[in-house]
């Protein structure tokens, strides 16, 4: 009655697959990196040559801050102008 289970790995062939394709694909990227021939390759400033990325701005943290406060103060400011022009501020303060 004593009966042996074999434990069967479900996973083996997969692995087995897998492990097949990722050294195939290894193997092609060796080959196209062997296909590269150095000496015909153009000199870097040809290569360089037309980069149009223009002027790049790098801001600072204390320089971004300034601005957004500047900003805050600038929204504040017209929302104040807005309030006190249509006479929100005399209605509040005079009842």
Known sequence: MMETKETVDQAAQLRKHISHEQSTESQQENNELLKIDILKLPPRSEVH???TRGMKLKFSKPLKRLFFTFLLCLICLFGLYYIWDKGYLNDLFIR
């Open 49 to 51: 040559k037309n980069n």
